[in-house]
T-cell receptor, first 111, second 113 residues
Framework: RKEVEQDPGPFNVPEGATVAFNCTYS??????FFWYRQDCRKEPKLLMS???SGNEDGRFTAQLNRASQYISLLIRDSKLSDSATYLC????????????FGTGTRLKVLA | DAGITQSPRYKITETGRQVTLMCHQT?????MFWYRQDLGHGLRLIYY???????DKGEVPDGYVVSRSKTENFPLTLESATRSQTSVYFC????????????FGDGTRLSIL
């Protein structure tokens, strides 16, 4: 089983729709979590950190569920420019640390 | 604020050649990382460095060499390039690996013929 798993998609949604992605992790020693956005083989860019209490940044909301070991990203009012691959990242800090990327979920927002 | 820069952006070389990819950051981050990204594999860690003169292997280190004589630079060398090393290479840096995000350079697209 992969340490971090994401549905590869693609998720095809119309403009204005709300879409949500989940990312599951297997290591209970996972301590920090992030969502990145990556456009077509460009560099990953930090979208937002994920805090235990959940956090929001404009149209984006991130949540953490430690009991079920997953994080989620909700995008409201989708824009064409949101089309990208969304990578979740989990930092595991038991003994040594590991920074683990998911393989990403592809989102296509359609006009 | 230049952040983190990689050079070259594109490189074509032949099998057996040595090639060095450069990475430079201006944030004075202690930690630096090299990844490769291939279709179907996502990002895979090649090497990382916790500070000048401290480096360690990642998931896929074979065929690569790194050095870090200065905090701001972290070059990656392919000693004898092979076709399987054709990939997109990303350098990243982080203030702390335990709870801080990594910030990426814009990548080097390397083709080995």
């Amino acid at each position: 089983r992969k340490e971090v798993e994401q549905d590869p998609g693609p998720f095809n949604v119309p403009e204005g729709a709300t879409v949500a992605f989940n990312c599951t992790y297997s290591n209970s020693a996972s301590q920090s979590f992030f969502w990145y956005r990556q456009d077509c083989r460009k560099e990953p860019k930090l979208l937002m950190s994920v805090y235990s209490s959940g956090n929001e940044d404009g149209r984006f909301t991130a949540q953490l569920n430690r009991a079920s070991q997953y994080i989620s990203l909700l995008i409201r009012d989708s824009k064409l420019s949101d089309s990208a691959t969304y990578l979740c990242v989990v930092i595991v800090t038991s003994g040594t640390y590991k920074y683990i990327f998911g393989t990403g979920t592809r989102l296509k927002v359609l006009a | 604020d230049a952040g983190i820069t990689q050079s070259p952006r594109y490189k074509i070389t032949e099998t057996g050649r040595q090639v060095t990819l450069m990475c430079h950051q201006t944030w004075s981050h202690s930690y630096m990382f090299w990844y490769r990204q291939d279709l179907g594999h996502g990002l895979r860690l090649i090497y990382y460095s916790a500070a000048a003169d401290i480096t360690d292997k990642g998931e896929v280190p074979d065929g690569y060499v790194v050095s870090r004589s200065k905090t701001e630079n972290f070059p990656l060398t392919l000693e004898s390039a092979t076709r399987s090393q054709t990939s997109v290479y990303f350098c990243a840096s982080s203030e702390s690996p335990y709870n801080q995000p990594q910030h990426f350079g814009d990548g080097t697209r390397l083709s080995i013929l």
